[in-house]
């Protein structure tokens, strides 16, 4: 159980596109999902919280124009790199906590979108 | 100061040895602790959550202490297996489902 997906998991675009990430929880339902991204030898860093129904809460420094979130579903976020530049070029990591409401509880990632901005 | 620190290694150790991380938190509303592994270019996995008493899953003990605001996972009977990056990750309730990381501690395991 708690399998999260992600699609896709490498994509390469042009500087100036947007590109469109999905993460879904396949056996549970997810009220809140988390979007991280990674750069090389660095560590995760958060980016946002997904709310379902709900705007996205963006950590400081994230631009929210730039890194569009729509959390769709209870199992469905996406995310939406809008004018990629070379700079985006990461790992973008999606998590879910199997659980809703303010308790913690472990969460599973995605197994990650690879993106080169050339 | 970081929220949750750790050291980055990497730990070199041979097979067979044991091994310890720490991991401070500086938040003491932190509620709960889990360890993640994180292999090169794949996304983290779940080792293991940490209780107020310890616990054990195997080869891997995870310990809390919360008067000095850190969290520890051994290593026993290192396996080349082992080799990955270890992330710790610390949640308060007051942030709900939210973790914060710390920057991992890399393990090289040789033969």
């Known amino acids: 159980g708690a399998v999260v997906s992600q699609h896709p998991s490498r994509v390469i675009c042009k500087s100036g596109t947007s590109v469109k990430i999905e993460c879904r929880s396949l056996d549970f339902q997810a009220t809140t999902m988390f979007w991280y991204r990674q750069f090389p030898k660095q560590s995760l860093m958060l980016m946002a919280t997904?709310?379902?129904?709900?705007?996205?809460?963006?950590e400081q420094g994230v631009e929210k124009d730039k890194f569009l979130i729509n959390h769709a579903s209870l199992t469905l976020s996406t995310l939406t790199v809008t004018s990629a530049h070379p700079e985006d070029s990461s790992f973008y990591i999606c998590s879910a906590a199997p659980h809703s409401g303010s308790a913690p509880y472990e969460q599973y990632f995605g197994p990650g979108t690879r993106l080169t901005v050339t | 100061r970081k929220e949750v620190e750790q050291d980055p290694g990497p730990f070199n150790v041979p097979e067979g040895a044991t091994v310890a991380f720490n991991c401070t938190y500086s938040n003491s509303a932190s509620q709960s602790f889990f360890w993640y592994r994180q292999d090169c270019r794949k996304e983290p996995k779940l080792l293991m959550s940490v209780y107020s008493s310890g616990n054990e899953d195997g080869r891997f003990t995870a310990q809390l202490n919360r008067a000095s605001q850190y969290i520890s996972l051994l290593i026993r009977d290192s396996k080349l297996s082992d080799s990955a990056t270890y992330l710790c990750?610390?949640?308060?309730?007051?942030?709900?489902?939210?973790?914060?990381f710390g920057g991992g501690t890399r393990l090289m395991v040789k033969p």
């Open positions: 997904s709310n379902e129904g709900s705007k996205a809460t963006y």
């Open positions: 990750a610390v949640n308060n309730q007051n942030a709900g489902n939210m973790l914060t």
